[in-house]
């Protein structure tokens, strides 16, 4: 179980168990995004095929380290690897998001940004960025951060992002809503 007294200045666990951050700013996703993506995520075939492919990069290259899935929504990806034996935690700083995770069964839920959860320097050593790069403004700001800040100086890094709607078929309709006006 993580200690997030000793990695992170900004969290507190509430009373359902998720750990909150006192101050949370806003995101560019959209509003109703997790709640339509929990609908669909244990019955798609492109999110359990990515699931797989995730997992099986974490168990090779992060075996025992603890994997911290930023922006993970509703602890789709979490939960899979969790299911695989890993230790997760998930960073979400959506509410319907954090509270859909922890309603899936992944143990260790933070409702926070990275940034405001105000981990230590140096704090994690594996982190996923599954589909959030697109969403955050200052992207290459984002990730020199993530990279110069927070990680350690052993890290794993996996990242995947939606570079284009045509990629959507229109059995992920839901999905190419939600990132057509995101595309890059």
């Not at 859909?100 to 143990?107: E, L």
């Amino acid at each position: 179980m993580v200690d997030f007294s000793r990695i992170a200045s900004n969290l507190e666990q509430s009373e359902n168990g998720i750990w909150v951050a006192s101050s949370q700013r806003g995101v560019s996703y959209p509003e109703d995004g997790n709640e339509t993506r929990f609908a669909i995520e244990d019955a798609s075939y492109w999110f359990n095929h990515r699931n797989n492919v995730i997992t099986h990069l974490v168990s090779r290259f992060s075996p025992s380290t603890v994997f911290f899935d930023i922006g993970g929504g509703n602890g789709c990806v979490s939960n899979a690897l969790q299911s695989a034996g890993n230790e997760v935690v998930l960073v979400e700083p959506g509410s319907v998001g954090a509270l859909n995770a922890k309603k899936r069964g992944v143990r260790t839920v933070a409702q926070s940004t990275l940034e405001d959860a105000g981990f230590e320097h140096g704090s994690l050593s594996s982190v996923g960025l599954f589909d959030v790069v697109e969403h955050i403004e200052d992207d290459a700001e984002f990730l020199q951060r993530v990279y110069y800040r927070i990680l350690q100086l052993s890290f794993f890094v996996p990242c995947s992002t939606h570079f284009s709607a045509a990629f959507c078929s229109e059995l992920d309709g839901i999905s190419q809503n939600c990132f057509a006006s995101h595309d890059k």
